[in-house]
């Protein structure tokens, strides 16, 4: 009989994440999550927003306020993993595909085969595995699972058989917890009941019965910054009450989807279902009825191609203006453009299966640049002669009395949704991608063909209808009237075409069918409305297609974080574009018991309570959210579902929290500050945010001081590397911050906080190096925590000591916490941060450096050892780099580097930096390690020793006058002998005979 859980019982019980979490398992299933793209789970909810925190995070958080933490952390850490899918069982349901008996048979030892197998015919195979399948006898034996062997029993048995392989590679090869999410913890609830003291088998009883173990009911988790509702959809997935809100209203839009539409049971999605194809049908009768989209030989318009054409000044000639005159490249389809030397113009006449010498000649269309931040230019020629006319100079850019930038663009009208004819940039259909089922066989044939007078006639009647009822449809709010308010990324609209309304980002076309949609379309319709209007507007760029047999295709608007204007850019046929609203959306149904809510407010006008708060806030200048959602908030504002009626449909720019400065810090506090009122005693928050800069460290300390809370403990979890938002090598980690309220008004003075800082940052490093050592059996191939892992911890050991206090020598520190700063000074909070993460980094020596020697050290060369020991078991993640370049404040340590590649970044060799970095600008000039290694190089190239000492003599300051000098030589050269050993065998010998050399050297 299963025995109720007791209220209250952990009320004050330290939380799991306030002392461990497994950051470097964490790190590589968000890796994995993020880079699912649009697997994600609510990513096809709405593909626009950025910077969607991952599922599994947020999971790993929330799970972690709510766990106590015991006094047995390696079985707490044992039970989380399995509670977060990461143990061996886990990766047996993970694993993409299960072993066959005969495989398990050839694998493990088993003391009797039929215990767990049926055997036919039997008396052939030997009794006990493994078995040796190669024996002909065998070839006829038919092994199976016995009947009566439970799943769990067979997940025990696969467990064994994953291969010994890091962890990564395990999670590479298997799938997310969440895609098999209704079976994979079917075996953990024995384990995690008696270890928890609980009775529950699901997340939502488990979550709930420590809900009422904390706070006496089932918990609740609030987001005030909830963005595309990851953790608020995390929450109640895992059976949280939740209330979420944001400023922003596509943000609870968004979230509400979450809830509603992934979170939705069945039933509501089947009705969806059939609700998405009512509307496309209606929208495609009403499309067809205009005949406009078919040429009435069968065809059907997949793609109209658009470009702004400009009249060139100097000849008087209209041109189209194309970046590239390529097409597609799986079609080899070109632009060509005819001159008519009569109307000064070009015809474009398009031509598919070109040469590989015309393809490249059409590389360069009309528009070119002489490289990056180079002003475009138009450029055509007539009569032999080329012609260059900047794009500046066409849109007539000059500077104003007020030193701000004008051009003479005409701004377009609520009225205008094409350019006049007299504008300075027109726009011109000069291609249509059509496509027609296969006469024979599935399929569809495709064909880019130039514009026809009958394609130009279907164009006046579209825009002709648009023209005849826009005013209508703008009044009852089915197209956007709104104005285009300046700003950082909503300027370049205005400023590049002279677009003034939300609704000029879009053409006659697009209006038209979004228009319809918008019209016949309740909430959640609203949600495919959003991805319409992403996938078909003036921003969506045309991309050329690699590869034999791709077409190329129409991108999304959002493709990147800002709204940039096209020369260039596709419309989908109506039914391509109204296609989008069908969204490939996932099904997670939620507890239908649970209390979920949105708000639509300023996360300082909260007034909700919620128990804990996991909040990802705006930092940094990241994504303009406040700017560019204006783009979907324009077409909702006016008629907003009745579920959407009660929030702002409104951007409310100037409330949103940005930058880094003094506003930003201010508003975080006000913000925190509420949800610290709206937390009980026993609350708990955790702050992600994502590692920028070195100042974030003395911002988030001030932040939390004067909004009355607590740290408790801070995390680093990877999320991101490579990513193909930019290019090149992109690490991208989140530190977790964990709060508690502060009480009272404790008082120290700047010397006891030293003695104080040291003793915990060195009792935290030790607790997680210890715990490293407990969970050896856990963690096969790795450590629970690395280096750079447990430096974050001492950080946050070193703030949670600065924090517990109110007054340091005498100032209220939630006041100095928001004074203005002066630019370039060191307050004394950031004074104090910078002695506290000192404290720590001195805690990391690496193992073979003196304490004494190391502090002599310079940060560069601190660097360089303490990389190089972490290289040497086997981390090569950018980020290690950058972290310990900001501990170790070195100016710039990329010379020190041999690549810096986000997964595989690596030291320089001695042999690698020869003579380089010996001379006064570079950080390591003078130093003994670089005289060490210079050393080390020379021997390698087989320089004579005596002569290679008396460089080390004359390399190394001081060197007979400081015999501290002569004696790190030596442990420096030790230190490379071990650590080299398994990287750079040769070099690692180098080393071990400087240390002899050196040793035996005689002196005087
Ligand atoms: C970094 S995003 C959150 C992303 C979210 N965690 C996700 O995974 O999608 C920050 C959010 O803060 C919102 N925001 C900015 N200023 C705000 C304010 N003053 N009050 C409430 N929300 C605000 C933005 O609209 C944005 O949605």
Redesign the pocket.
């Known amino acids: 009989m299963s025995v109720p859980v007791t209220p209250y019982s952990l009320k004050d019980a330290p939380a799991l994440i306030e002392r461990l979490l497994p950051v470097q398992k964490l790190s590589t299933e968000s890796y994995k999550e993020q880079m699912a793209v649009q697997g994600k789970t609510l990513t096809a909810l709405g593909s626009y927003?950025k910077?969607?925190?991952p599922l599994i995070l947020n999971k790993a958080c929330i799970l972690g306020c709510l766990l106590p933490a015991t006094h047995d952390l390696a079985r707490d850490l044992e039970i989380f993993e399995k509670l977060m899918a990461m143990d061996d069982e886990s990766f047996a349901v993970r694993w993409k595909r299960r072993p066959k008996p005969q495989e398990i048979l050839a694998t493990l030892s088993i003391a009797s085969v039929t215990e767990y197998f049926t055997v036919e015919p039997e008396g052939i195979l030997p009794p006990s595995a493994p078995i040796d399948w190669s024996k002909p006898d065998y070839d006829a034996v038919k092994v199976a699972w016995r009947t009566d062997i439970t799943e769990l029993e067979r997940r025990g048995l696969e467990a064994q058989m994953l291969p010994r392989i890091p962890y990564r590679e395990r999670v590479d090869q298997a799938q997310r917890p969440e895609e098999v999410l209704d079976t994979v913890h079917d075996h953990i609830w024995v384990a995690v009941n008696g270890h928890l003291g609980t009775n529950a088998h699901s997340f939502p009883e488990l979550v709930e019965q420590l809900g009422i173990m904390r706070y006496g009911h089932r918990p609740r988790v609030a987001?005030?910054?909830?963005?595309?509702?990851?953790?608020p959809f995390e929450a109640a997935r895992l059976g949280c009450d939740v209330y979420a809100?944001?400023?922003?209203p596509v943000?609870c839009m968004?979230t509400w989807g979450a809830f509603n539409i992934v979170g939705g049971s069945a039933v509501t999605r089947e009705s969806l279902a059939k609700d998405q194809l009512h509307l496309v049908n209606r929208v495609e009768a009403e499309i067809d009825q205009l005949e406009i989209e078919t040429d009435g030989k069968g065809w059907r318009a997949k793609v109209f191609l658009y470009c702004v054409e400009a009249r060139c000044p100097q000849t008087g000639w209209m041109v189209p203006l194309l970046p590239s005159r390529v097409i597609s490249k799986g079609y080899r389809a070109i632009a060509e453009l005819v001159p008519d030397a009569k109307q000064k113009r070009y015809d474009v006449i398009v031509r598919s299966g070109a040469t590989e010498r015309e393809l490249a000649a059409a590389r360069l269309g009309t528009v070119r640049s002489d490289g990056r931040g180079q002003d475009p230019y138009l450029t055509h020629t007539v009569d032999g002669t080329e012609y260059r006319t900047k794009i500046s100079t066409l849109r007539g850019d000059y500077r104003k009395a007020d030193g701000t930038n004008g051009n003479r663009l005409r701004l377009w009208e609520k009225s205008d949704f094409k350019p006049r004819s007299d504008d300075i940039f027109l726009e011109r259909l000069y291609c249509v991608q059509w496509m027609r089922p296969k006469k024979k066989g599935k399929g569809d044939d495709y064909e880019f063909r130039a514009v026809t007078q009958a394609d130009l006639k279907r164009e006046s009647i579209v825009e002709e209808f648009v023209a005849e009822h826009l005013a209508d449809w703008q009044a009852k709010g089915w197209v956007p009237d709104m104005r285009i308010e300046p700003g950082d990324k909503t300027d370049e609209p205005i400023r590049t075409r002279g677009w003034t309304h939300w609704h000029h980002l879009f053409n006659s076309r697009q209006l038209l069918v979004a228009g319809l949609v918008n019209r016949i379309s309740d909430a959640r319709l609203k949600l495919g409305m959003a991805q319409v209007l992403n996938g078909s507007s003036r921003l969506t760029r045309w991309s050329l297609g690699d590869g034999d047999g791709r077409s190329g295709g129409v991108k999304g608007a959002f493709d990147n974080q800002a709204l940039n204007t096209l020369l260039n850019y596709g419309t989908r046929g109506s039914r391509f574009s109204v296609d989008l609203v069908k969204q490939r959306l996932k099904s997670f149904p939620l507890h239908p018991n649970l209390s979920l809510k949105i708000g639509s407010?300023?996360?300082?006008d909260l007034i909700e309570m919620s128990d804990i708060f996991i909040?990802?806030?705006?930092?940094g200048d990241?994504?303009k959210?406040?700017e560019i959602?204006e783009f979907f908030i324009a077409w909702l504002r006016k008629n907003p579902p009745l579920e959407f009626a009660e929030w702002v449909w409104d951007s409310r720019r100037s409330?949103?929290?940005?930058g880094e400065d003094e506003d930003f810090r201010r508003?975080m506090v006000s913000?925190y500050k509420r949800m610290t009122e709206c937390m009980p005693g026993n609350g708990i928050q955790v702050i992600?945010f994502t590692h920028q800069s070195g100042s974030i460290w003395a911002d988030m300390a001030n932040i939390v001081w004067a909004s009355g809370l607590h740290v408790t403990a801070a995390w680093y979890v990877v999320t991101e590397t490579e990513s193909a938002l930019r290019e090149g090598s992109y690490v991208k980690g989140t530190v977790l911050l964990v709060l508690r309220k502060r009480y009272g008004i404790q008082k120290t003075t700047r010397d006891d906080l030293a003695w104080e800082i040291q003793e915990e940052v060195e009792a935290q490093v030790q607790a997680l190096a210890g715990l490293n050592q407990d969970a050896k059996s856990l963690y096969r191939d790795g450590n629970v925590f690395e280096d750079a892992d447990i430096q974050m911890a001492g950080y946050a050991a070193a703030l949670r000591v600065l924090t517990r206090y109110a007054v340091i020598d005498g100032r209220d520190m939630t006041a100095e916490a928001i004074r203005p700063r002066v630019k370039g000074e060191t307050t004394f909070v950031d004074g104090l941060i910078m002695f506290a993460v000192d404290t720590a980094n001195q805690c990391l020596v690496p193992q073979g450096i003196p304490q004494a020697h190391w502090d002599k050290l310079s940060g560069a060369e601190r660097f360089y050892l303490k990389l190089l020991d972490m290289e040497a078991r086997g981390a090569k993640t950018l980020d290690n780099y950058q972290n310990f370049a900001k501990a170790f404040k070195v100016r710039d340590f990329k010379p020190l580097l041999a690549s810096q590649k986000a997964n595989d970044a690596r030291l320089k060799s001695a042999m690698e930096f020869g003579r380089s970095e010996m001379s006064e600008g570079s950080e390591l000039h003078q130093s003994v390690m670089r005289a060490v290694l210079y050393a080390v190089m020379e021997l390698v190239n087989n320089v004579d020793g005596n002569e290679v000492l008396a460089h080390l003599t004359l390399n190394i300051a001081n060197y007979y006058g400081d015999m501290t000098q002569r004696e790190l030589a030596v442990e420096l050269a030790d230190y490379f002998a071990k650590r080299l050993a398994g990287l750079r065998p040769d070099e690692a010998s180098a080393a071990r005979v400087l240390r002899e050399l050196v040793k035996n050297q005689r002196i005087g």
Not at 245 to 248: A, G, K, P, R
Not at 601 to 604: N, V, Y
Not at 615 to 619: G, L, M, S, V
């Open positions: 927003w910077g969607r925190k987001d005030t910054f909830c963005g595309s509702g990851q953790i809100s944001d400023l922003n943000a968004l407010h300023a996360a300082d909040t990802d806030p705006p930092y990241a994504v959210y406040e959602l409330l949103a929290i940005k508003e913000a992600m």
